[in-house]
C-alpha cells in the first residue's frame, strides 16, 4: 500500500533478528578459516607456455618428484677453505639427507650432489635433491628442515645459505606464512583508527567496522567455497588483496551512508523514517560503486594467468559482500542502536544543520569564480606528474622481489660472486630423447649459456640443464631464454620446450602484458557503462573516466619517483601497474560517482553549476574521509615483505588521494562550473526544474 510505513517495534525486532543471525555466521566462519595452498607460478601459466609444457614433460620423468636446492658455503674471512673444514662439509650429508626425509619419507628427495668448489677456494657449494610434491606448502617446510641442521651443526667461522629454485619459492611462501591474519589484523587497526577520528566517538565506529569484518568473513569462505567449482585456486595474495578491498570499500560505503543518516536524524524526529530515507538517497551510489568495482573485477576472469583469474574471484565476491552487509545490516544495527551510538554529538530534530560542509563551500566558491583558470591548474600538476612516467622500468629479477632479503637472495649473491650466476637456478630444456645430441650442441652454443648437461630422460623426454652467466629473472637471463627457444625450434623433431625460473617469470610476464591489453579497454567500457547508465549523460561520464585516467598517470609518476628516490628500487614488479590501473579506476571513480550522484540530485531544484557546487559541500567531508581511509588501508600493503604488493599500495593509495583531494574537490566542480547543462548532454532540465532524460 502506497505510503505504508511499518512499525517503528517490527522494524527493530526484524533488524535484531537479522543482527543476530549475522553475527552467529561471522562468528561460526571465523572460528574455521579456510584452508589456502601456496600454488607455484609454473600452475598459473597458460597451458600454451613452454614453462608449462616443460613443467608437465618434467612429470614424466625419473626423480620428477624432486627438485635441486642450492647449499652455497663461505669463509666469514673470505679465504680458502681448509682440509679439514672441506671435510667437515662433506660429513654434514648424512645429515642433510636425513633432515629431508624426517619431512616426506618414503620419498626419492634426499640425495647429495658432490661439494664443487668455487676456483679461488672460497666458496663451496653442494646440491640436494628435494622432494617438491604435492605442494609448495611442504617445499617449504624441507628447505626449512635443512636450513635447521645447517645452522646448528656448521663449523665456527663458515656461513651456509640454502638457495634454489625450492629455496626461492619457499621464501616466497614464507611471505604468506601468516600474512593474511597480519594483513588483516594491521587492516582492522587502520580502519579502526581512522573511524574513531572521523566520527569523534567512542561508539559509533564499532558498528561499521563490525558490519564490515562480517562480511570479510562472509567473502573469504564463499570464495573458498565456489574456487574448486570454477577451476581457481586461491592463495594468500589474492585472499589478502581482496581482504584490503572488502575493508576499503565496504567501509567507504558505510561512511556515505551514515552521513546520509546523520543528516537526516537532524531534520527528522522519527529514526527508523531517517533511515529509510538516507537509504533512498545513497543506495543508487552504493550500489553504481559496488556494481562498477565487481563488474571491473569479474572481468579478471578472462585473463589467462590463474592467480590473476584468484584475485578476480576474491575481489568480486568481497565487493558484493560488503555491498550487501552495508545495505541489508548496517542500517538494522544503527536504528537499533539509536540516537545514543552517535555519542557525544547526538544529533537531534530541529538542531541546527552541521558545519562539515563549510570548508568545502568555501572551495567551491572559490572554483565557481574562474573555473577555467582552475581547470588549467589542476591539469597542468596532473601532467607534470605523469611526466615522471618517461623514465619508468618494469621487471625485477628473481632476487628483486623482496624488501627484506630472505636466505635464498643471500645465497644466490655467494654463489654469483664465485660461479656462473645462474649455476643454482639452471635454465630446464626438454627435448625428444632421439635428439638430445642435437639439441644440446645447439644449446651449448647459445650465448649467455655456460654449460648443458642431461639431468633425467625416458624414452620419450630428456632433460637438459642449461646453466646461464646471468642471475635468475634477470634480463639477460630472458634474453638467453629467448635464444635459446630460437635456436632450438630449427633442430628438427626436438620439440624443445625452455622451461625453469627463468622462462617461467618471463611467460608470466608476457602473459600478464597480454592480459593488460585485453583487460584495461574492458575495464574502461565497465566503468564508463555504469556512469552512463547511472547519470543518464554522456558528457559527465567521458569527463570522470578521463580525470581518474589522469590521476592514475599521475599517481604512477609520482609513486615512481618514491621508488626511485626513497626506496631505492629498480623498477616496477610487472603486473604492478594493471593491478594499479584496475583499483584506481574501479575505485577512484566511486568518490565522482559518490559526488556526481548528488549533484545529480540537487541539479534539478538549483540548475548544474550550482547543484554541483551544493553536493561538493555536502558531501566533501564524508568523501575526503573515505578518500583518506581507502589510501590508508591500501598503504597497508606495504607490511609484507613483497616489493609488489608495496607498489601497489603506494600507486593506489597516492591515486586516490588525488582523486579525493584535487579531482574531485577541485577539478570536477570546475569543469561542471564551466560547462553548466552541457555537463550533463543529453539529458535536459525542464523549466520547472525537473531533469529530463
Known amino acids: 500500500m502506497p505510503g505504508f510505513a511499518p512499525a517503528p517495534r517490527r522494524i527493530a525486532s526484524a533488524g535484531a533478528t537479522v543482527i543476530v543471525a549475522v553475527v552467529v555466521v561471522a562468528v561460526v566462519l571465523g572460528l574455521r578459516s579456510p584452508t589456502l595452498t601456496q600454488p607455484s607460478v609454473v600452475d598459473g601459466l597458460p597451458h600454451s607456455s613452454q614453462s608449462w609444457l616443460a613443467a608437465q614433460r618434467i612429470q614424466t620423468l625419473p626423480d620428477a618428484r624432486s627438485e635441486a636446492a642450492v647449499i652455497v658455503y663461505r669463509r666469514e674471512d673470505g679465504r680458502r677453505f681448509s682440509v679439514g673444514q672441506l671435510a667437515t662439509l662433506r660429513a654434514m650429508s648424512a645429515r642433510l639427507v636425513a633432515a629431508d626425509e624426517a619431512v616426506a619419507p618414503r620419498s626419492r628427495s634426499g640425495s647429495l650432489g658432490p661439494l664443487v668448489l668455487s676456483p679461488d677456494g672460497s666458496v663451496a657449494l653442494a646440491s640436494v635433491a628435494v622432494s617438491t610434491a604435492p605442494n609448495l606448502n611442504v617445499v617449504t617446510e624441507r628447505i626449512l628442515a635443512i636450513r635447521a641442521v645447517l645452522s646448528s651443526s656448521l663449523p665456527r667461522g663458515i656461513q651456509s645459505a640454502v638457495t634454489g629454485a625450492p629455496a626461492f619459492s619457499a621464501d616466497l611462501g614464507q611471505v604468506f606464512h601468516g600474512a ?29 567496522l563490525a558490519v564490515v569484518g562480517a562480511a570479510d568473513q562472509l567473502s573469504s569462505h564463499v570464495a573458498a567455497l565456489l574456487a574448486p567449482h570454477v577451476g581457481v585456486r586461491l592463495d594468500g ?32 524526529e522519527d529514526r527508523f523514517a531517517a533511515m529509510r530515507i538516507a537509504l533512498a538517497k545513497s543506495s543508487g551510489s552504493i550500489v553504481a560503486s559496488g556494481t562498477t568495482v565487481t563488474i571491473s573485477l569479474a572481468t579478471l576472469f578472462l585473463a589467462s594467468m590463474a592467480g590473476t583469474r584468484a584475485l578476480g574471484l576474491a575481489g568480486a565476491i568481497g565487493i558484493v559482500s560488503a555491498m550487501a552487509m552495508v545495505y541489508f545490516v548496517l542500517p538494522a544495527a544503527l536504528t537499533l542502536c539509536g540516537r545514543r551510538v552517535f555519542w557525544p554529538l547526538v544529533p537531534r530534530a530541529g538542531d541546527a544543520t552541521r558545519h562539515d560542509g563549510r570548508v568545502f563551500a568555501r572551495i567551491g566558491g572559490a572554483v565557481a569564480k574562474r573555473p577555467g583558470a582552475v581547470i588549467a591548474g589542476a591539469l597542468t600538476l596532473l601532467a607534470l606528474a605523469s611526466v615522471a612516467n618517461v623514465g619508468l622500468r618494469q621487471g625485477l629479477s628473481t632476487t628483486q622481489q623482496f ?60 632433460e ?97 619517483l618514491v621508488f626511485v628516490h626513497l626506496d631505492h628500487y629498480p623498477a616496477l614488479a610487472t603486473g604492478v601497474p594493471f593491478y594499479a590501473f584496475l583499483f584506481l579506476v574501479a575505485l577512484g571513480v566511486d568518490y565522482n560517482i559518490f559526488l556526481v550522484s548528488r549533484a545529480k540530485q540537487e541539479r534539478g531544484p538549483r540548475g548544474a553549476a550550482q547543484g554541483m557546487l551544493t553536493a561538493l559541500a555536502s558531501t566533501g567531508g564524508v568523501i575526503t574521509s573515505a578518500g583518506v581511509l581507502l589510501a590508508a588501508v591500501f598503504a597497508v600493503l606495504g607490511v609484507l615483505p613483497l616489493i609488489e604488493l608495496t607498489q601497489v599500495g603506494v600507486i593506489v593509495g597516492i591515486g586516490v588521494l588525488l582523486d579525493t583531494l584535487l579531482v574531485r574537490t577541485v577539478l570536477v566542480p570546475a569543469l561542471a562550473v564551466a560547462l553548466g547543462e552541457r555537463f550533463w548532454w543529453p539529458s535536459r532540465r525542464g523549466i520547472d526544474g525537473h531533469v529530463n532524460a
Open 180 to 208: 593474511d591474519h597480519k594483513l588483516l589484523v594491521t587492516t582492522v587497526l587502520v580502519v579502526a583508527l581512522l573511524l574513531i577520528a572521523t566520527y569523534r566517538s567512542p561508539l559509533l565506529w564499532l558498528v561499521p
Open 237 to 268: 595474495a589474492a585472499t589478502g588483496i581482496a581482504d584490503v578491498l572488502v575493508f576499503g570499500a565496504g567501509t567507504d560505503y558505510a561512511l556515505l551512508l551514515i552521513a546520509r543518516y546523520r543528516e537526516q536524524l537532524g531534520q527528522v
Open 403 to 462: 624488501t627484506a632479503t630472505p636466505e635464498s637472495v643471500v645465497g644466490q649473491r655467494i654463489l654469483a660472486s664465485a660461479f656462473p650466476a645462474g649455476s643454482a637456478v639452471p635454465v630446464v630444456i626438454v627435448v625428444s630423447t632421439r635428439s638430445v645430441a642435437a639439441a644440446e650442441a645447439v644449446a651449448r652454443a647459445v650465448p649467455g649459456v655456460a654449460s648443458v648437461q642431461t639431468a633425467a630422460a625416458n624414452a620419450t623426454w630428456t
Open 464 to 560: 637438459l640443464d642449461a646453466t646461464s652467466t646471468a642471475a635468475p629473472g634477470s634480463a639477460a637471463a630472458f634474453r638467453a631464454v629467448t635464444s635459446l627457444r630460437s635456436a632450438l625450434a630449427t633442430v628438427a623433431d626436438a620439440h624443445a620446450v625452455v622451461g625453469g625460473e627463468s622462462a617461467t617469470t618471463l611467460d608470466a610476464e608476457r602473459a600478464t602484458n597480454r592480459d593488460t591489453w585485453l583487460l584495461v579497454p574492458l575495464v574502461l567500457l565497465v566503468v564508463l557503462t555504469v556512469l552512463v547508465v547511472l547519470l543518464g549523460s554522456l558528457v559527465a561520464p567521458l569527463l570522470l573516466l578521463a580525470t581518474v585516467i589522469a590521476s592514475f598517470g599521475a599517481a604512477l609518476g609520482l609513486a615512481w
